[in-house]
Protein backbone atom coordinates (compact mmCIF):
# COMPACT_ATOMS: atom_id res chain seq x y z
CA UNK A 1 0.00 0.00 0.00
CA UNK A 2 2.55 2.25 0.97
CA UNK A 3 3.90 1.91 -2.61
CA UNK A 4 0.34 2.71 -4.42
CA UNK A 5 0.47 6.14 -1.90
CA UNK A 6 3.99 7.33 -2.88
CA UNK A 7 2.74 7.32 -6.91
CA UNK A 8 -0.52 8.68 -5.92
CA UNK A 9 1.90 11.84 -4.28
CA UNK A 10 3.28 12.32 -7.55
CA UNK A 11 0.77 11.77 -9.43
CA UNK A 12 -1.03 14.83 -7.36
CA UNK A 13 1.83 16.68 -7.97
CA UNK A 14 1.69 16.52 -11.69
CA UNK A 15 -1.80 17.66 -11.71
CA UNK A 16 -1.55 21.01 -14.00
CA UNK A 17 -2.54 24.01 -11.73
CA UNK A 18 -6.06 24.62 -12.59
CA UNK A 19 -6.24 28.62 -11.40
CA UNK A 20 -8.50 30.38 -13.89
CA UNK A 21 -11.10 33.33 -13.33
CA UNK A 22 -14.49 34.24 -14.17
CA UNK A 23 -15.32 36.78 -16.29
CA UNK A 24 -17.37 39.12 -14.64
CA UNK A 25 -20.45 38.38 -16.69
CA UNK A 26 -22.48 35.44 -14.32
CA UNK A 27 -23.94 32.38 -15.72
CA UNK A 28 -26.12 32.15 -12.66
CA UNK A 29 -27.16 35.51 -12.75
CA UNK A 30 -31.12 34.44 -13.48
CA UNK A 31 -30.89 32.62 -9.93
CA UNK A 32 -32.24 35.71 -7.79
CA UNK A 33 -33.28 34.12 -4.29
CA UNK A 34 -32.89 31.53 -1.99
CA UNK A 35 -34.53 30.89 1.67
CA UNK A 36 -32.25 30.88 4.58
CA UNK A 37 -32.11 29.76 8.04
CA UNK A 38 -30.68 30.10 11.63
CA UNK A 39 -31.15 26.62 14.40
CA UNK A 40 -30.27 26.92 17.56
CA UNK A 41 -30.55 23.56 19.35
CA UNK A 42 -30.03 22.40 22.62
CA UNK A 43 -31.10 19.12 23.57
CA UNK A 44 -30.79 17.02 26.67
CA UNK A 45 -30.28 13.15 25.84
CA UNK A 46 -31.32 10.21 28.38
CA UNK A 47 -28.70 7.38 27.26
CA UNK A 48 -30.24 5.05 28.74
CA UNK A 49 -33.58 5.53 27.31
CA UNK A 50 -32.11 6.53 23.75
CA UNK A 51 -34.49 9.54 24.12
CA UNK A 52 -33.97 13.45 24.04
CA UNK A 53 -36.23 16.83 24.98
CA UNK A 54 -34.64 19.97 23.58
CA UNK A 55 -35.65 23.49 22.03
CA UNK A 56 -34.97 24.35 18.77
CA UNK A 57 -35.04 28.26 17.63
CA UNK A 58 -35.27 28.95 13.99
CA UNK A 59 -34.86 32.23 12.41
CA UNK A 60 -36.74 31.44 8.69
CA UNK A 61 -35.89 34.15 6.12
CA UNK A 62 -38.30 34.32 3.11
CA UNK A 63 -35.98 35.72 0.39
CA UNK A 64 -39.11 34.71 -2.12
CA UNK A 65 -41.63 36.84 -3.62
CA UNK A 66 -44.13 35.30 -2.08
CA UNK A 67 -46.02 35.58 1.13
CA UNK A 68 -46.26 32.48 2.73
CA UNK A 69 -49.29 31.38 4.92
CA UNK A 70 -48.08 27.90 6.03
CA UNK A 71 -44.48 26.04 6.99
CA UNK A 72 -43.65 22.70 7.11
CA UNK A 73 -41.18 20.58 9.16
CA UNK A 74 -39.99 16.94 8.80
CA UNK A 75 -39.81 14.90 11.21
CA UNK A 76 -38.10 12.08 9.72
CA UNK A 77 -37.67 9.67 12.86
CA UNK A 78 -41.63 9.16 12.53
CA UNK A 79 -40.68 6.94 9.29
CA UNK A 80 -39.39 4.33 11.91
CA UNK A 81 -43.03 3.45 13.52
CA UNK A 82 -44.98 -0.15 12.12
CA UNK A 83 -47.58 1.48 9.60
CA UNK A 84 -45.65 4.79 8.61
CA UNK A 85 -45.17 5.48 4.80
CA UNK A 86 -41.64 4.23 4.91
CA UNK A 87 -42.92 1.19 6.38
CA UNK A 88 -45.36 0.32 4.05
CA UNK A 89 -43.51 0.99 0.79
CA UNK A 90 -40.56 -1.02 2.04
CA UNK A 91 -43.28 -4.05 2.36
CA UNK A 92 -44.76 -3.44 -0.82
CA UNK A 93 -42.26 -2.17 -3.45
CA UNK A 94 -41.14 -5.33 -5.73
CA UNK A 95 -37.64 -5.29 -4.45
CA UNK A 96 -37.37 -3.51 -1.16
CA UNK A 97 -34.09 -2.86 0.32
CA UNK A 98 -32.52 -5.26 2.25
CA UNK A 99 -31.21 -3.50 4.98
CA UNK A 100 -35.16 -2.21 5.71
CA UNK A 101 -37.90 -5.02 3.96
CA UNK A 102 -40.13 -5.80 7.13
CA UNK A 103 -38.40 -4.51 9.83
CA UNK A 104 -40.14 -1.27 10.96
CA UNK A 105 -43.20 -3.27 11.25
CA UNK A 106 -41.96 -5.25 13.87
CA UNK A 107 -40.54 -2.08 16.37
CA UNK A 108 -41.46 -2.57 20.04
CA UNK A 109 -42.82 0.61 21.65
CA UNK A 110 -38.96 0.95 22.86
CA UNK A 111 -37.44 0.18 19.70
CA UNK A 112 -39.48 2.55 17.17
CA UNK A 113 -38.66 6.35 16.31
CA UNK A 114 -40.41 9.34 17.04
CA UNK A 115 -39.96 13.25 16.83
CA UNK A 116 -42.51 15.55 18.05
CA UNK A 117 -42.93 19.13 18.45
CA UNK A 118 -45.12 19.90 21.46
CA UNK A 119 -44.75 23.91 21.68
CA UNK A 120 -44.39 25.80 18.18
CA UNK A 121 -44.73 29.59 18.43
CA UNK A 122 -44.33 31.93 15.57
CA UNK A 123 -42.83 35.65 17.02
CA UNK A 124 -43.73 34.46 20.50
CA UNK A 125 -47.65 33.88 19.28
CA UNK A 126 -48.75 30.33 18.97
CA UNK A 127 -49.08 28.26 15.49
CA UNK A 128 -51.51 26.06 14.48
CA UNK A 129 -49.27 22.84 14.08
CA UNK A 130 -50.33 18.99 13.11
CA UNK A 131 -48.30 15.98 12.31
CA UNK A 132 -49.37 13.86 9.39
CA UNK A 133 -46.72 11.40 10.00
CA UNK A 134 -42.89 12.59 8.77
CA UNK A 135 -44.44 16.46 8.16
CA UNK A 136 -45.32 18.86 10.60
CA UNK A 137 -47.59 21.51 9.12
CA UNK A 138 -48.09 24.42 10.67
CA UNK A 139 -50.31 27.36 9.68
CA UNK A 140 -48.60 30.63 10.72
CA UNK A 141 -50.16 32.76 13.27
CA UNK A 142 -49.36 35.35 10.50
CA UNK A 143 -47.67 35.61 7.23
CA UNK A 144 -44.40 35.77 6.47
CA UNK A 145 -43.95 38.66 3.69
CA UNK A 146 -41.53 38.57 0.79
CA UNK A 147 -38.48 39.80 2.61
CA UNK A 148 -39.66 38.84 6.01
CA UNK A 149 -38.28 37.11 8.83
CA UNK A 150 -40.22 34.58 11.12
CA UNK A 151 -38.78 33.11 14.48
CA UNK A 152 -40.08 29.78 15.67
CA UNK A 153 -39.42 28.81 19.20
CA UNK A 154 -40.22 25.31 19.52
CA UNK A 155 -40.07 22.35 21.87
CA UNK A 156 -39.77 18.70 20.86
CA UNK A 157 -39.19 15.22 22.35
CA UNK A 158 -37.80 12.67 20.61
CA UNK A 159 -36.78 8.76 21.09
CA UNK A 160 -34.10 7.50 18.99
CA UNK A 161 -35.22 4.33 16.82
CA UNK A 162 -33.25 0.93 16.31
CA UNK A 163 -30.55 1.52 13.69
CA UNK A 164 -32.66 0.70 10.43
CA UNK A 165 -31.88 2.76 7.77
CA UNK A 166 -29.09 5.57 8.03
CA UNK A 167 -29.90 6.86 11.61
CA UNK A 168 -30.81 4.97 14.77
CA UNK A 169 -28.53 3.57 18.00
CA UNK A 170 -26.88 0.53 18.18
CA UNK A 171 -26.39 -0.50 14.62
CA UNK A 172 -24.65 -3.68 13.49
CA UNK A 173 -20.43 -2.54 14.22
CA UNK A 174 -22.03 -1.51 17.98
CA UNK A 175 -22.18 2.18 17.68
CA UNK A 176 -24.33 3.54 19.82
CA UNK A 177 -25.80 6.97 18.71
CA UNK A 178 -26.12 7.68 14.46
CA UNK A 179 -28.06 10.78 14.71
CA UNK A 180 -28.80 12.43 11.37
CA UNK A 181 -32.41 13.35 10.33
CA UNK A 182 -33.30 13.87 14.18
CA UNK A 183 -34.31 17.59 14.21
CA UNK A 184 -37.08 18.90 13.20
CA UNK A 185 -36.11 20.08 9.76
CA UNK A 186 -37.71 22.94 7.52
CA UNK A 187 -38.63 21.84 4.47
CA UNK A 188 -37.59 23.69 1.05
CA UNK A 189 -39.01 26.42 -0.33
CA UNK A 190 -38.21 27.69 -4.01
CA UNK A 191 -39.17 29.03 -7.20
CA UNK A 192 -41.42 25.95 -7.69
CA UNK A 193 -43.12 26.18 -3.82
CA UNK A 194 -42.42 24.19 -1.12
CA UNK A 195 -41.25 20.16 -0.88
CA UNK A 196 -42.91 18.43 1.75
CA UNK A 197 -41.59 15.12 0.72
CA UNK A 198 -43.10 12.76 3.38
CA UNK A 199 -40.04 10.33 4.22
CA UNK A 200 -39.76 6.77 2.88
CA UNK A 201 -36.21 6.33 3.43
CA UNK A 202 -34.79 8.41 0.43
CA UNK A 203 -33.28 11.70 -0.41
CA UNK A 204 -33.17 15.17 1.13
CA UNK A 205 -33.58 18.67 0.17
CA UNK A 206 -33.19 22.05 2.60
CA UNK A 207 -32.56 25.46 2.39
CA UNK A 208 -29.14 26.52 3.57
CA UNK A 209 -27.96 28.59 6.76
CA UNK A 210 -26.36 27.85 9.90
CA UNK A 211 -26.43 25.48 12.42
CA UNK A 212 -25.62 26.06 17.24
CA UNK A 213 -26.39 22.70 18.39
CA UNK A 214 -25.52 21.99 22.18
CA UNK A 215 -25.60 18.64 23.54
CA UNK A 216 -25.63 17.64 26.76
CA UNK A 217 -24.71 14.07 27.17
CA UNK A 218 -23.32 11.15 29.79
CA UNK A 219 -19.70 12.11 29.71
CA UNK A 220 -18.62 9.01 28.76
CA UNK A 221 -20.00 9.21 25.06
CA UNK A 222 -17.29 10.73 23.04
CA UNK A 223 -19.49 12.98 20.07
CA UNK A 224 -19.07 13.17 16.82
CA UNK A 225 -20.46 15.65 14.29
CA UNK A 226 -20.20 16.52 10.93
CA UNK A 227 -19.28 20.95 12.11
CA UNK A 228 -16.80 22.09 14.61
CA UNK A 229 -16.80 21.48 18.07
CA UNK A 230 -17.09 24.77 19.81
CA UNK A 231 -15.72 24.00 23.07
CA UNK A 232 -13.04 21.72 22.68
CA UNK A 233 -11.12 23.19 26.11
CA UNK A 234 -14.14 21.07 28.03
CA UNK A 235 -14.84 18.25 27.14
CA UNK A 236 -11.39 16.24 26.38
CA UNK A 237 -12.15 12.69 24.35
CA UNK A 238 -9.37 13.24 21.69
CA UNK A 239 -10.07 17.04 21.47
CA UNK A 240 -8.39 20.07 23.17
CA UNK A 241 -8.69 19.08 26.83
CA UNK A 242 -6.12 17.18 28.43
CA UNK A 243 -7.30 14.67 31.10
CA UNK A 244 -10.02 11.96 31.38
CA UNK A 245 -13.63 13.32 30.75
CA UNK A 246 -14.27 9.67 32.79
CA UNK A 247 -12.48 11.13 36.01
CA UNK A 248 -15.20 13.68 36.63
CA UNK A 249 -17.93 12.47 38.93
CA UNK A 250 -20.14 9.27 38.34
CA UNK A 251 -23.99 10.47 36.38
CA UNK A 252 -21.58 13.87 35.41
CA UNK A 253 -22.55 15.11 31.52
CA UNK A 254 -20.44 17.05 29.57
CA UNK A 255 -22.38 19.93 27.24
CA UNK A 256 -20.77 19.78 23.46
CA UNK A 257 -21.28 22.70 21.38
CA UNK A 258 -21.28 22.47 17.59
CA UNK A 259 -21.83 24.67 14.82
CA UNK A 260 -21.56 25.54 11.08
CA UNK A 261 -22.24 27.69 8.64
CA UNK A 262 -23.24 27.39 4.87
CA UNK A 263 -24.77 24.21 5.41
CA UNK A 264 -28.17 22.39 4.95
CA UNK A 265 -28.33 19.53 7.32
CA UNK A 266 -26.68 18.69 10.76
CA UNK A 267 -25.46 14.29 11.45
CA UNK A 268 -24.11 13.66 14.83
CA UNK A 269 -23.11 10.59 16.77
CA UNK A 270 -21.79 9.22 20.30
CA UNK A 271 -20.52 6.46 21.37
CA UNK A 272 -18.29 5.27 24.71
CA UNK A 273 -15.87 3.50 22.11
CA UNK A 274 -14.88 5.70 19.77
CA UNK A 275 -10.91 6.65 18.92
CA UNK A 276 -10.70 10.07 17.35
CA UNK A 277 -7.61 10.77 15.41
CA UNK A 278 -7.32 13.53 13.05
CA UNK A 279 -4.80 15.08 10.34
CA UNK A 280 -4.43 18.49 9.30
CA UNK A 281 -4.27 18.95 5.63
CA UNK A 282 -1.78 21.40 4.20
CA UNK A 283 -4.29 23.27 1.67
CA UNK A 284 -7.45 22.35 3.64
CA UNK A 285 -9.88 21.22 6.20
CA UNK A 286 -8.98 19.34 9.50
CA UNK A 287 -10.12 15.74 8.89
CA UNK A 288 -11.34 14.08 12.13
CA UNK A 289 -11.71 10.12 12.42
CA UNK A 290 -14.15 7.91 14.70
CA UNK A 291 -13.88 4.71 14.76
CA UNK A 292 -14.30 1.76 16.98
CA UNK A 293 -10.80 0.89 18.18
CA UNK A 294 -11.82 -2.08 20.50
CA UNK A 295 -11.02 -5.20 18.62
CA UNK A 296 -14.06 -6.50 20.94
CA UNK A 297 -16.32 -3.79 19.89
CA UNK A 298 -15.99 -4.15 16.46
CA UNK A 299 -18.15 -6.76 16.08
CA UNK A 300 -16.39 -8.39 13.47
CA UNK A 301 -14.63 -11.75 12.76
CA UNK A 302 -11.72 -12.38 15.22
CA UNK A 303 -9.52 -13.19 12.35
CA UNK A 304 -9.84 -9.57 10.50
CA UNK A 305 -10.18 -7.59 13.24
CA UNK A 306 -6.38 -6.43 13.45
CA UNK A 307 -7.01 -5.80 9.79
CA UNK A 308 -10.32 -3.90 10.11
CA UNK A 309 -8.25 -1.11 12.79
CA UNK A 310 -5.08 -1.32 10.72
CA UNK A 311 -7.52 0.04 7.77
CA UNK A 312 -8.61 3.20 9.40
CA UNK A 313 -5.38 3.73 10.66
CA UNK A 314 -4.06 4.40 7.16
CA UNK A 315 -7.10 6.09 6.05
CA UNK A 316 -6.21 9.24 6.82
CA UNK A 317 -3.71 9.60 4.45
CA UNK A 318 -6.21 8.12 1.42
CA UNK A 319 -8.57 10.96 2.44
CA UNK A 320 -6.07 13.45 2.29
CA UNK A 321 -4.73 12.97 -0.46
CA UNK A 322 -7.60 12.77 -2.49
CA UNK A 323 -9.31 15.89 -0.65
CA UNK A 324 -6.29 17.32 -2.42
CA UNK A 325 -7.17 15.58 -5.97
CA UNK A 326 -11.32 16.55 -5.53
CA UNK A 327 -10.04 20.50 -4.16
CA UNK A 328 -7.81 20.48 -7.67
CA UNK A 329 -10.69 18.86 -10.24
CA UNK A 330 -13.71 19.85 -8.83
CA UNK A 331 -13.45 23.01 -6.80
CA UNK A 332 -12.04 23.96 -3.08
CA UNK A 333 -13.89 22.60 -0.37
CA UNK A 334 -14.79 25.37 1.91
CA UNK A 335 -15.63 24.15 5.03
CA UNK A 336 -12.97 23.82 8.38
CA UNK A 337 -13.27 20.71 8.99
CA UNK A 338 -14.59 17.24 8.19
CA UNK A 339 -15.38 13.78 10.02
CA UNK A 340 -15.40 10.68 8.75
CA UNK A 341 -17.39 8.49 11.23
CA UNK A 342 -18.06 4.88 12.01
CA UNK A 343 -21.78 4.71 12.07
CA UNK A 344 -24.96 3.70 10.15
CA UNK A 345 -25.34 0.92 8.00
CA UNK A 346 -23.47 1.46 4.94
CA UNK A 347 -22.23 5.40 4.11
CA UNK A 348 -24.40 8.70 4.38
CA UNK A 349 -23.11 11.82 3.31
CA UNK A 350 -24.03 14.75 5.40
CA UNK A 351 -21.82 17.89 3.62
CA UNK A 352 -19.01 18.00 6.80
CA UNK A 353 -19.07 14.29 7.51
CA UNK A 354 -20.10 11.19 6.55
CA UNK A 355 -21.77 7.96 8.44
CA UNK A 356 -20.00 4.97 7.45
CA UNK A 357 -19.80 0.95 8.27
CA UNK A 358 -15.81 0.07 8.98
CA UNK A 359 -15.65 -3.31 8.41
CA UNK A 360 -14.51 -3.66 5.06
CA UNK A 361 -11.55 -4.57 3.04
CA UNK A 362 -9.21 -1.35 2.68
CA UNK A 363 -10.03 -0.67 -0.66
CA UNK A 364 -14.07 -0.72 0.09
CA UNK A 365 -13.17 1.96 3.26
CA UNK A 366 -11.43 4.17 1.08
CA UNK A 367 -14.24 4.13 -1.55
CA UNK A 368 -16.92 4.53 0.60
CA UNK A 369 -14.81 7.38 2.19
CA UNK A 370 -14.22 9.19 -0.95
CA UNK A 371 -17.91 8.66 -2.28
CA UNK A 372 -19.31 10.13 0.80
CA UNK A 373 -16.99 13.41 0.87
CA UNK A 374 -17.90 13.96 -2.71
CA UNK A 375 -21.22 14.23 -1.59
CA UNK A 376 -19.54 17.34 -0.03
CA UNK A 377 -19.20 18.84 -3.52
CA UNK A 378 -22.46 17.00 -5.01
CA UNK A 379 -25.32 17.69 -2.87
CA UNK A 380 -23.66 19.49 -0.01
CA UNK A 381 -21.83 22.33 -1.60
CA UNK A 382 -24.44 22.06 -5.16
CA UNK A 383 -27.43 21.61 -2.75
CA UNK A 384 -29.54 20.55 -5.31
CA UNK A 385 -33.05 19.07 -5.02
CA UNK A 386 -32.30 14.97 -4.34
CA UNK A 387 -35.60 14.15 -5.42
CA UNK A 388 -35.47 15.23 -8.21
CA UNK A 389 -31.73 15.33 -9.16
CA UNK A 390 -30.53 12.32 -7.41
CA UNK A 391 -28.54 11.59 -11.17
CA UNK A 392 -26.68 14.31 -10.59
CA UNK A 393 -26.34 13.83 -6.47
CA UNK A 394 -25.20 10.40 -6.85
CA UNK A 395 -24.21 10.14 -10.40
CA UNK A 396 -21.74 13.04 -10.12
CA UNK A 397 -20.61 11.78 -6.73
CA UNK A 398 -20.07 8.30 -8.51
CA UNK A 399 -18.23 10.08 -11.23
CA UNK A 400 -15.66 11.10 -9.23
CA UNK A 401 -15.29 9.10 -7.14
CA UNK A 402 -14.40 6.23 -9.84
CA UNK A 403 -11.94 8.71 -10.97
CA UNK A 404 -10.22 9.12 -8.12
CA UNK A 405 -9.79 5.32 -6.75
CA UNK A 406 -8.45 4.26 -10.69
CA UNK A 407 -5.88 6.69 -9.27
CA UNK A 408 -5.45 4.91 -5.72
CA UNK A 409 -6.53 1.06 -7.15
CA UNK A 410 -7.26 -1.19 -10.35
CA UNK A 411 -9.99 -0.03 -11.81
CA UNK A 412 -11.44 2.12 -15.04
CA UNK A 413 -12.59 5.35 -14.57
CA UNK A 414 -14.97 4.93 -16.55
CA UNK A 415 -18.13 5.31 -14.34
CA UNK A 416 -21.38 3.81 -14.02
CA UNK A 417 -21.54 2.26 -18.21
CA UNK A 418 -21.92 -1.42 -17.09
CA UNK A 419 -25.07 -0.65 -14.73
CA UNK A 420 -26.37 1.73 -17.02
CA UNK A 421 -26.49 -1.04 -20.04
CA UNK A 422 -27.62 -3.29 -17.48
CA UNK A 423 -30.60 -0.97 -16.68
CA UNK A 424 -31.02 -0.04 -19.88
CA UNK A 425 -31.40 -3.96 -20.95
CA UNK A 426 -33.74 -5.04 -18.01
CA UNK A 427 -36.71 -3.65 -19.37
CA UNK A 428 -36.84 -1.60 -16.20
CA UNK A 429 -35.77 1.70 -17.00
CA UNK A 430 -37.53 5.11 -16.20
CA UNK A 431 -36.56 8.38 -17.28
CA UNK A 432 -34.51 10.30 -14.65
CA UNK A 433 -37.11 13.19 -14.35
CA UNK A 434 -38.98 10.74 -12.51
CA UNK A 435 -38.88 11.62 -8.86
CA UNK A 436 -37.12 9.50 -6.88
CA UNK A 437 -39.79 8.67 -4.32
CA UNK A 438 -41.94 7.04 -7.57
CA UNK A 439 -40.32 4.67 -9.51
CA UNK A 440 -41.57 1.29 -9.83
CA UNK A 441 -38.35 -0.66 -8.69
CA UNK A 442 -35.26 0.66 -6.24
CA UNK A 443 -33.18 -1.25 -8.72
CA UNK A 444 -34.80 1.42 -11.52
CA UNK A 445 -33.79 4.08 -8.98
CA UNK A 446 -30.39 2.70 -7.85
CA UNK A 447 -28.79 2.40 -11.68
CA UNK A 448 -30.59 5.44 -12.55
CA UNK A 449 -29.19 7.63 -9.69
CA UNK A 450 -25.76 6.20 -9.31
CA UNK A 451 -24.99 5.08 -13.63
CA UNK A 452 -26.85 6.64 -15.92
CA UNK A 453 -26.10 9.89 -13.50
CA UNK A 454 -22.11 8.94 -13.77
CA UNK A 455 -22.52 8.51 -17.56
CA UNK A 456 -24.83 11.48 -17.96
CA UNK A 457 -21.09 13.33 -17.16
CA UNK A 458 -18.71 10.58 -18.77
CA UNK A 459 -20.50 10.65 -22.11
CA UNK A 460 -20.94 14.91 -21.93
CA UNK A 461 -17.05 14.51 -21.82
CA UNK A 462 -17.14 12.63 -24.45
CA UNK A 463 -19.22 15.47 -26.06
CA UNK A 464 -17.26 18.47 -25.38
CA UNK A 465 -14.02 17.12 -25.15
CA UNK A 466 -11.91 16.62 -21.55
CA UNK A 467 -10.06 20.14 -21.52
CA UNK A 468 -13.56 22.05 -21.76
CA UNK A 469 -15.25 19.19 -19.38
CA UNK A 470 -12.68 19.98 -16.97
CA UNK A 471 -13.04 23.50 -17.19
CA UNK A 472 -17.03 23.46 -16.88
CA UNK A 473 -16.82 20.79 -13.85
CA UNK A 474 -14.95 23.87 -12.05
CA UNK A 475 -16.94 26.92 -13.32
CA UNK A 476 -20.36 24.79 -11.91
CA UNK A 477 -18.73 24.60 -8.58
CA UNK A 478 -17.71 27.87 -8.49
CA UNK A 479 -21.48 29.55 -9.78
CA UNK A 480 -23.76 27.28 -8.13
CA UNK A 481 -21.73 27.11 -4.79
CA UNK A 482 -24.21 27.46 -1.51
CA UNK A 483 -27.37 27.02 -4.24
CA UNK A 484 -29.84 24.85 -5.41
CA UNK A 485 -28.72 24.00 -8.97
CA UNK A 486 -31.11 22.36 -11.22
CA UNK A 487 -30.25 19.64 -14.05
CA UNK A 488 -30.91 22.67 -16.90
CA UNK A 489 -28.22 24.81 -14.25
CA UNK A 490 -25.82 22.12 -14.85
CA UNK A 491 -26.59 21.84 -18.81
CA UNK A 492 -26.17 25.92 -19.26
CA UNK A 493 -22.89 25.53 -17.77
CA UNK A 494 -21.37 22.58 -20.39
CA UNK A 495 -22.79 25.10 -23.08
CA UNK A 496 -21.47 28.02 -22.39
CA UNK A 497 -18.03 26.36 -21.56
CA UNK A 498 -18.45 24.71 -24.65
CA UNK A 499 -19.93 26.81 -27.44
CA UNK A 500 -22.44 24.30 -28.39
CA UNK A 501 -26.16 23.27 -28.02
CA UNK A 502 -26.61 20.42 -25.80
CA UNK A 503 -30.56 20.83 -24.71
CA UNK A 504 -31.24 17.99 -27.20
CA UNK A 505 -29.09 15.22 -24.74
CA UNK A 506 -30.35 16.47 -21.60
CA UNK A 507 -33.95 15.96 -23.21
CA UNK A 508 -32.98 12.20 -24.72
CA UNK A 509 -30.31 11.13 -21.88
CA UNK A 510 -32.10 12.83 -19.09
CA UNK A 511 -35.82 12.98 -19.61
CA UNK A 512 -36.64 10.00 -22.09
CA UNK A 513 -35.21 6.57 -22.08
CA UNK A 514 -34.05 6.59 -25.65
CA UNK A 515 -30.77 4.88 -26.22
CA UNK A 516 -28.06 5.02 -28.50
CA UNK A 517 -26.99 2.10 -30.84
CA UNK A 518 -24.38 3.16 -33.89
CA UNK A 519 -22.65 0.62 -36.91
CA UNK A 520 -20.56 -0.26 -39.37
CA UNK A 521 -22.61 -0.79 -41.99
CA UNK A 522 -19.85 -1.24 -44.79
CA UNK A 523 -16.48 -0.44 -45.89
CA UNK A 524 -15.86 -0.47 -49.40
CA UNK A 525 -13.18 0.73 -52.19
CA UNK A 526 -14.67 3.42 -54.37
CA UNK A 527 -11.97 3.82 -56.69
CA UNK A 528 -8.06 3.66 -55.87
CA UNK A 529 -6.58 4.21 -52.63
CA UNK A 530 -9.90 5.67 -51.49
CA UNK A 531 -12.59 3.97 -49.00
CA UNK A 532 -16.35 5.04 -48.01
CA UNK A 533 -17.29 3.74 -44.53
CA UNK A 534 -20.19 3.79 -44.06
CA UNK A 535 -21.99 4.27 -40.48
CA UNK A 536 -26.16 3.14 -39.46
CA UNK A 537 -27.87 4.94 -36.41
CA UNK A 538 -29.88 1.81 -35.14
CA UNK A 539 -30.78 3.55 -32.12
CA UNK A 540 -33.37 6.27 -30.66
CA UNK A 541 -30.86 8.84 -29.83
CA UNK A 542 -28.70 10.90 -31.92
CA UNK A 543 -24.90 11.17 -30.89
CA UNK A 544 -21.81 12.76 -32.58
CA UNK A 545 -19.19 9.85 -33.25
CA UNK A 546 -15.29 9.51 -33.06
CA UNK A 547 -14.50 7.01 -35.19
CA UNK A 548 -10.92 5.74 -35.33
CA UNK A 549 -9.18 4.23 -38.15
CA UNK A 550 -5.85 1.80 -38.08
CA UNK A 551 -3.92 0.84 -40.78
CA UNK A 552 -1.94 -2.10 -41.41
CA UNK A 553 1.03 0.17 -41.33
CA UNK A 554 0.60 1.25 -37.28
CA UNK A 555 -0.76 4.67 -38.57
CA UNK A 556 -3.72 6.08 -36.98
CA UNK A 557 -7.09 8.63 -38.11
CA UNK A 558 -9.84 10.09 -36.09
CA UNK A 559 -13.15 10.84 -38.24
CA UNK A 560 -15.10 13.57 -36.15
CA UNK A 561 -18.58 13.29 -37.29
CA UNK A 562 -20.53 16.59 -35.03
CA UNK A 563 -24.38 16.16 -34.82
CA UNK A 564 -25.83 19.13 -36.76
CA UNK A 565 -28.27 20.05 -34.03
CA UNK A 566 -25.27 20.98 -31.32
CA UNK A 567 -24.01 23.96 -33.80
CA UNK A 568 -20.35 23.21 -32.41
CA UNK A 569 -17.80 20.94 -32.69
CA UNK A 570 -15.50 19.48 -30.11
CA UNK A 571 -12.29 20.53 -30.15
CA UNK A 572 -9.27 17.52 -30.28
CA UNK A 573 -8.11 15.66 -27.24
CA UNK A 574 -5.05 13.97 -28.58
CA UNK A 575 -3.23 16.11 -30.53
CA UNK A 576 -1.27 13.14 -31.59
CA UNK A 577 -3.43 11.61 -33.78
CA UNK A 578 -4.42 13.30 -37.51
CA UNK A 579 -7.89 14.03 -36.75
CA UNK A 580 -10.45 14.85 -39.56
CA UNK A 581 -13.78 17.43 -39.10
CA UNK A 582 -16.17 15.61 -40.93
CA UNK A 583 -19.75 17.59 -42.34
CA UNK A 584 -22.35 17.37 -40.16
CA UNK A 585 -24.64 14.31 -39.48
CA UNK A 586 -28.12 15.81 -39.55
CA UNK A 587 -29.70 13.84 -37.31
CA UNK A 588 -32.86 12.43 -39.38
CA UNK A 589 -30.64 10.75 -41.73
CA UNK A 590 -30.91 7.05 -41.31
CA UNK A 591 -27.05 6.45 -42.63
CA UNK A 592 -23.68 8.53 -43.33
CA UNK A 593 -20.59 7.96 -45.27
CA UNK A 594 -17.68 9.14 -45.21
CA UNK A 595 -14.40 8.68 -47.37
CA UNK A 596 -10.67 8.01 -45.89
CA UNK A 597 -7.87 8.94 -48.62
CA UNK A 598 -6.20 5.07 -48.57
CA UNK A 599 -7.50 1.97 -49.98
CA UNK A 600 -9.72 -0.52 -47.90
CA UNK A 601 -6.83 -3.32 -48.24
CA UNK A 602 -4.41 -0.87 -46.07
CA UNK A 603 -7.50 -1.22 -42.93
CA UNK A 604 -7.03 -3.41 -40.17
CA UNK A 605 -9.19 -2.01 -37.77
CA UNK A 606 -12.51 1.01 -37.82
CA UNK A 607 -14.26 1.66 -34.00
CA UNK A 608 -16.85 3.94 -33.47
CA UNK A 609 -15.85 5.37 -29.52
CA UNK A 610 -12.34 3.98 -29.13
CA UNK A 611 -12.78 5.71 -25.79
CA UNK A 612 -15.65 3.97 -24.52
CA UNK A 613 -17.38 7.06 -23.52
CA UNK A 614 -20.08 6.48 -25.86
CA UNK A 615 -23.36 5.22 -24.10
CA UNK A 616 -23.93 3.11 -26.62
CA UNK A 617 -25.89 -0.14 -25.86
CA UNK A 618 -24.79 -2.63 -28.26
CA UNK A 619 -21.52 -2.25 -29.06
CA UNK A 620 -20.90 -5.26 -30.65
CA UNK A 621 -21.40 -3.58 -34.17
CA UNK A 622 -19.12 -0.87 -33.33
CA UNK A 623 -16.03 -1.98 -35.18
CA UNK A 624 -14.95 -3.18 -38.53
CA UNK A 625 -12.17 -5.48 -38.81
CA UNK A 626 -10.08 -6.54 -41.99
CA UNK A 627 -10.54 -10.48 -42.87
ZN1 LIG B 1 -23.91 8.59 -2.61
Known amino acids: MKNSINSLLVSF ?20 WQQEVEYVMDIDVNVEAHQYTGTQQLIYRNNSPDTLHRVYYHLYFNAFQPGSMMDVRSRTIADADRRVQDRISTLKEDEIGYLHATSLTQNGKPTSFSEEGTVLVVDLA ?23 RRSGRDNAEGIEFSMAQWYPKMAAYDEDGWHPNPYIGREFYAP ?16 AAGAVLQNPQEVGHGYERPGDPLSLPQGDKLTWKFRSENIHDFMWAADPDYRHTTLQM ?7 FF ?10 PADRQADLVKNWESLPEYTARTFEYANNKFGVYPYPEYSVIQGGDGGMEYIMGTLITGNR ?31 MDEGFTSYATDEMMSTLFEGSPLSGYGGYYRLAQSGLEE ?141 AENQDILRTIQEDWPWVEPTYRFYTDRAVSEIAE ?22
Open 291 to 300: YQADPVAVNA
Open 142 to 164: EPILPGGTAVFEMEMEAQVPIQI
Open 431 to 571: PMSTHADHFITNAAYGLGAYSKGAVFLGQMKYIVGEPVFDQAMLRLFEEWKFRHPKGKDVLRVFERESDMILDWYYEYFVQTTKSIDYAIESVESIQEGQSVITITNEGTMPMPLDVLITFKDGSVEEHYIPLQIMRGEKP
Open 282 to 288: ENGPLLR
Open 13 to 32: LLLPILGFSFASESWAQNYS
Open 361 to 391: SLQGLVGVTIHEFMHSWYMGVLGMNESYYYW
Open 606 to 627: IVIDASGRLADINRSNNRWTAE
Open 208 to 223: FGSFDVTIHMDKRYVV
